[in-house]
């Protein structure tokens, strides 16, 4: 054998010189110990006999050769150079806004927030639970509403969630019709008819300034102020629609309602829009938090996140998600939505902006760009121009007469993007950065003369004016100087585990590395700063970089195109089912509604079959965990002239390559359905297999797994959908911007308000392509197994690991089954995830896809250390539930039941628990030298959903 054979594996000092070489965790030596370990003696072994055949690509990834950091930095430069940034006064639900630089750096550039996982795991997720807690405050308080979630996707989907849950609150059995303002965002109107489509609910829109048109309602959505920018008295129309049984949703400006009575206040029913304005960047589009709020009666029926206020086993105040019964890991079908992943990072943002900023800050704001708009009327009416609305707040309607196109062009001149509304009408839309230069250059554009001196008359008619106080609560009051605000910052950072902490094992849910130089381009100002709807030529860098990424994810998914409209992976499921649906529409088969989904299927997969207008079926698993072929087999004969999909995960949720991957495939396709497969196990694929090629029609992959993008403590994500060459004409469209879909004509319309969805966070995905290059990517998908395996062998005789594939292999995670231990000592699973984190771990996957299990997930990413740290606490674990067997802990006072354990309950006069303090704190001797303490004990959740809570709790609640 040659030394260079040996070089890159015998080597420990093997100098790291490719990113690949530091995004992989372990050494190549590390590997082959590993794989040593696993009973292999080299990685294409282990890949073969884990990987069915039947599977394998033929074709290595034909992608362009890795880029070093400093390289993929350059070409990012280059792109963004691209972009043109101008100053953006279109409004349509997005405006110009100042990320303060406290919140900026220490949030959003911040990995102890960004790479945080949903706060499932509520002890070690206080922090991010607390600032969520500011947001749904924030929210409830601005909309006049008692309860508000955290978060939602987008204003579009919001309002069309919205549609949704005001269905489901009528109690009609009919689909009805849903009303909605012709004032309504353009965008928002599109993103409801795409989802109304499937519901059969039929979608009117009007005029609704002078009262309700004829017919029969369940809802009706108004926009506040509307998109032409019209403030308009909300109360008598929303009495007319209650009065003809109709539910009310308002979208609503969360600026514009420190200044307008908020719609809890005139009997909105439910309140839906967007918190970009409060700090976070256009992005070209997003990731944004979309927000939702509902009176008193609804909150059960409310889709997404909520935060709500408990008890830990201390009775301390402690935060945790509330009421999630509601939602699609334990409904499913009958969810009230398939949200998952959401937008906690902006969310939170947003909540910090409110925060710095204050009550009388906010309003602040707001009243200065109120006057920039007062003041901009004033001089176009001075300067002859017609001003449309006589009551506005920050955006102005001006009529030209057959001037439109001229005046947006002489304002492009002066480096400024109006909105052309139509040949007639101009809009523009102030905002926090907007200067009087701005308001002048504009009048200049328009022909007319510099604002007049003086001090018009606000445009907020008195009946209209907020008279209610706001952000009461001593949080937005306390932290105002920046070096609270940062302390503040870091107090909350500093109660949770993130992944700059220690290794999240999340099975599914992939926590890999986020790089820095991913992450380094989003806050660029070329990427930052252009609004959604600004001209395409000052996008030029941005279409590039998605076209290269969307041709990227195509090679290697193996599908013939890809869009990355939906904003999380939920919302590639509904798009990729929207797909099918258009697709069996199209052949004269819209009867085939039936969607087959295994048992073992994430929880989105049957909530999104739903949102699609489909009838899911669920076909059973055999006890090794795979599909059962007879079963589907007689599903498939049972429903064959209605069945239009089976939806797949692959590798499977249980972790194994299932090798009838391509008989489930064929069987389908045989009987007229297509192939979903749920793309979020790509980790465990890329370079070794292409879902395009064994079988699949349409797939959606979750960029914030597989693609680096940041968990953001549960959001932001991106679920592009791909899809064979018969689904292109189906793919997710845009009406505002024909270039974002299939083509003009074709479409299946937008799952998401902006034409290229969160487009602000896909160069994170586009710069790890470009840095791993096709060797690497494979390689990280080979460390993934390798990994996963390792961890499988060194936990195999501690816990039954349950379903593995052929040969005892797992594919990229593994699942440890405590159902017998159970059985035998009373500790559950939960007992294990809750004493992980005195150990200083977040725990895997609890529950998903088997109850009474962990699903383990390591990822290529973490050094062999590290696994070994990870391991040797489970082995531990195991040693502690050995001594409940054993009778040496007592069953119900043990340091597993007891977990986690605060500083606060070890420093205690009077210690009256059967075991040490030191082996409640202390398990592993390497934990002295780095101790997370939790800030609660174990939290009890039946209690918050008794007595529901969602906001911040007074500060005597915190008292002893
Ligand atoms: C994460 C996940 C999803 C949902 O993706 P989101 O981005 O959270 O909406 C769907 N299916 C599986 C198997 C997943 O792991």
């Given at each position: 054998m040659t030394a260079e054979f040996f070089a890159p594996v015998a080597s420990p000092q093997h100098p790291r010189t490719r990113f690949a070489d530091r995004h992989v965790g372990p050494s190549p030596d590390d590997h082959a110990r590993m794989l040593a370990a696993i009973g292999y003696s080299g990685v294409e072994a282990l890949i073969d006999d884990a990987v069915p055949a039947a599977i394998r690509t033929t074709r290595p990834l034909d992608l362009p050769p890795a880029l070093s950091e400093s390289a993929a930095l350059a070409r990012l430069r280059e792109l963004a150079s691209r972009n043109t940034v101008l100053t953006s006064m279109i409004g349509l639900g997005y405006y110009g806004t100042i990320t303060p630089g406290v919140i900026l750096r220490n949030v959003l550039e911040n990995p102890g927030w960004y790479t945080a996982y949903t706060p499932y795991q509520p002890e070690i997720s206080q922090g991010r639970l607390e600032a969520l807690l500011n947001f749904q405050t924030m929210v409830g308080d601005l909309t006049g509403l008692p309860v508000a979630n955290a978060s939602m996707l987008d204003e579009g989907t919001a309002a069309a969630e919205a549609m949704a849950l005001a269905h489901r609150a009528s109690k009609r059995k009919e689909p009805g019709a849903f009303l909605v303002d012709a004032d309504a965002l353009p965008q928002t109107i599109e993103v409801i008819r795409t989802r109304a489509v499937p519901l059969g609910i039929d979608v009117v829109t009007a005029d609704l300034s002078d009262g309700l048109p004829d017919g029969d309602f369940f809802g009706v959505l108004l926009q506040y102020p509307g998109a032409s920018g019209a403030v308009r008295d909300l109360a008598p129309v929303t009495a007319q629609a209650h009065e003809r049984g109709a539910l009310v949703v308002v979208a609503a400006d969360l600026l514009a309602l420190t200044l307008l009575r908020p719609p809890g206040e005139y009997g909105a029913d439910i309140a839906v829009g967007s918190a970009?304005?409060?700090?976070?960047?256009y992005g070209f589009g997003g990731p944004h938090a979309g927000y939702l709020a509902v009176r008193d009666g609804l909150q059960r029926q409310l889709p997404g996140r909520l935060v709500g206020v408990s008890v830990d086993a201390d009775g301390a105040t402690a935060y945790r998600l509330a009421l999630q019964t509601r939602e699609q890991h334990i409904r499913r079908e009958k969810a009230t939505s398939n949200i998952c992943t959401a937008q906690v990072l902006l969310a939170v943002m947003a909540a910090m902006y409110a925060v710095y900023h204050g009550p009388e800050g906010l309003a602040a704001i707001a009243q200065r760009v109120h006057r920039r708009a007062v003041e901009l009327a004033s001089g176009l009416r001075a300067g002859g121009v017609e001003v449309v609305h006589e009551a506005f707040f920050d955006t102005v309607l001006a009529r030209v007469p057959g001037r439109a196109d001229e005046v947006v062009a002489a304002a492009l001149e002066r480096g400024i993007n109006l909105r052309r509304v139509d040949a007639d009408h101009v809009g523009i839309a102030c905002d926090e950065t907007t200067a009087p230069e701005h308001v002048a250059a504009v009048l200049e554009a328009f022909g007319a003369a510099p604002a007049p001196a003086g001090d018009p008359a606000d445009r907020i008619p008195g009946e209209l004016r907020r008279e209610s106080p706001y952000l009461t609560h001593p949080v937005f009051h306390e932290h105002r100087s920046e070096t609270a605000m940062l302390r503040y910052l870091r107090r909350l950072q500093d109660k949770d585990i993130a992944l700059d902490r220690s290794m999240i094992p999340l099975g599914s849910c992939t926590m890999k590395l986020n790089a820095a130089t991913e992450m380094e381009?989003?806050?660029?100002p070329e990427f930052a700063n252009i609004h959604p709807f600004a001209p395409l030529d000052q996008a030029a860098g941005y279409l590039e970089l998605i076209a290269e990424l969307e041709e990227r994810l195509a090679e290697i998914t193996g599908y013939a195109k890809v869009s990355v409209q939906p904003n999380a992976g939920s919302q590639g499921e509904l798009a990729g089912l929207l797909a099918i649906r258009g697709y069996h529409a199209s052949r004269g088969e819209g009867h085939r509604t039936v969607c087959l989904i295994p048992s073992s299927a994430h929880g989105t997969n049957a909530a999104s079959a739903v949102m699609a207008g489909m009838r899911v079926v669920v076909v059973k698993c055999d006890a090794d965990g795979d599909i059962d072929l007879d079963d589907l087999h007689a599903k498939i004969d049972k429903h064959r002239a209605e069945l239009a999909a089976i939806m797949v995960t692959y590798p499977s949720t249980h972790g194994v390559f299932e090798e009838t991957i391509t008989e489930v495939c064929a069987a389908v396709h045989e009987a007229g359905g297509q192939v979903y497969v749920d793309g979020a196990n790509l980790n465990a694929l890329v370079g070794l297999a292409r879902p395009g090629e064994f079988g699949s029609d349409v797939s959606h992959l979750n960029l914030h797994k597989t693609?680096?993008?940041?968990?953001?403590g549960g959001g932001p994500g991106v679920g592009p959908i791909g899809v064979r060459e018969h689904l292109v004409p189906f793919l997710p469209s845009h009406p505002l911007r024909p270039?974002?879909?299939?083509?003009?004509?074709?479409?299946?319309?937008?799952?998401?308000?902006?034409?290229?969805?969160?487009?602000?966070?896909?160069p994170i995905s586009w710069t790890y392509i470009a840095m791993m290059g096709p060797d690497g990517l494979r390689a990280a998908t080979e460390g993934a197994i390798i990994a996963a395996n390792y961890v499988a062998k060194r936990l195999a005789p501690h816990y039954p690991i349950l379903y593995t594939g052929r040969n005892g292999l797992v594919a990229h995670e593994c699942i440890a089954d405590l159902r017998k231990i159970t059985k035998e000592t009373g500790i559950t699973a939960e007992d294990v995830a809750k004493r992980l984190i005195d150990y200083g771990f977040h725990a895997p996957t609890l529950a998903f896809p088997v109850a009474g299990t962990l699903m383990i997930e390591p990822t290529e990413s973490e050094d062999l250390a590290e696994l070994d740290r990870f391991c040797d606490a489970m082995i531990q674990i195991r040693r502690e539930i050995q001594r409940v067997a054993d009778g040496v802990y007592d069953r119900a006072d043990n340091p597993l039941k007891n977990a986690p354990h605060t500083a606060e309950c070890l420093i205690?006069?009077?210690?009256?628990?059967?075991?040490s303090r030191e082996e409640a704190a202390y398990p592993l001797p390497s934990l002295r030298e780095n101790k997370y303490w939790p800030p609660v004990r174990r939290i009890d959740q039946a209690y918050g959903d008794r007595n529901l809570v969602c906001a911040c709790p007074p500060p005597e609640a915190f008292e002893d």
């Open positions: 970009q304005r409060f700090g976070v960047p381009p989003i806050t660029w693609f680096c993008i940041p968990h953001g270039e974002a879909g299939p083509g003009e004509g074709r479409g299946a319309g937008p799952v998401s308000a902006a034409p290229w969805g969160s487009a602000g966070i896909l205690t006069e009077d210690w009256k628990h059967p075991y």
